[in-house]
């Protein structure tokens, strides 16, 4: 996962589940179309794109947990592989783009949550805290959901951060990518350049 990074020192990242469209946004942040698969799991590799100019660039990578027909050890191992790149580039990422399917999500951690159990995105939203990469929730597909208010209100619940989620602007950003409404994602994203001192990078978001 590693031999193919580009040379940049400055990086945003999109990390979740397949299927919850990080490949559409990511198309939708670069403005450049990159392989967006009909079945889960078709991206095992980051897709990184950089500009020629800044030294800067956005990543999408893998997607992790259930895919059709991918066995688990090969699922566990592409976890394991994004897990590793976010760690070894944490000093370069300005921010982790954490996208979750506005409609599925609590469904899912709520499937996933037991004594024995934590879900993929609870843990992926925490691990990017702890080694002090700011999480930037992506809520997409918000244009299939109804009581948006009430859904990210569980979201914010299940990550541990205290309801309402007006108050979290800067973390959960309910958008939909297919659509091409990124607006709250973009200020997002942009709120963290700035603490970062890099409001050159405005121009990409």
């Given amino acids: 996962m590693f031999e193919q990074r580009p040379n940049r020192d400055s990086e945003i990242v999109l990390v979740g589940?397949?299927?919850?469209?990080?490949s559409t946004l990511m198309r939708e942040i670069t403005g450049h179309s990159v392989d967006t698969g009909q079945k889960p799991g078709v991206t095992r590799k980051p897709n990184h794109f950089d500009w020629a100019g800044p030294d800067f660039m956005v990543t999408?990578?893998?997607?992790?947990?259930?895919?059709?027909?991918?066995?688990?050890?090969v699922r566990e191992q592409i976890k394991t592989d994004v897990v590793r790149y976010v760690e070894a580039n944490a000093d370069k990422i300005?921010?982790?783009?954490?996208?979750?399917?506005?409609?599925?999500?609590?469904?899912?951690?709520?499937?996933?949550?037991?004594?024995?159990?934590?879900?993929?995105?609870?843990?992926?939203?925490h691990f990017l805290r702890d080694i002090d990469v700011?999480?930037?929730?992506?809520?997409?597909?918000?244009?299939?959901?109804?009581?948006?208010?009430?859904?990210?209100?569980?979201?914010?619940?299940?990550?541990?951060?205290?309801?309402?989620?007006?108050?979290?602007?800067?973390?959960?950003?309910?958008?939909?990518?297919?659509?091409?409404?990124?607006?709250?994602?973009?200020?997002?994203?942009?709120?963290?350049l700035h603490e970062a001192g890099r409001d050159d990078l405005f121009q990409f978001f």
């Fill in 94 to 125: 300005l921010a982790g783009i954490l996208v979750l399917d506005g409609k599925a999500a609590v469904d899912i951690i709520d499937r996933h949550s037991g004594p024995d159990e934590i879900p993929h995105d609870v843990e992926l939203f």
């Fill in 17 to 22: 589940r397949s299927n919850v469209g990080k």
């Fill in 134 to 192: 700011e999480p930037v929730v992506a809520v997409n597909k918000m244009d299939k959901v109804d009581d948006e208010d009430e859904r990210l209100n569980d979201i914010c619940d299940r990550l541990g951060l205290y309801p309402p989620w007006q108050q979290w602007q800067e973390t959960i950003a309910p958008i939909s990518a297919k659509r091409g409404s990124v607006d709250a994602l973009d200020e997002a994203v942009r709120h963290h």
């Fill in 60 to 73: 999408d990578l893998p997607g992790f947990g259930f895919m059709n027909g991918v066995p688990e050890d």
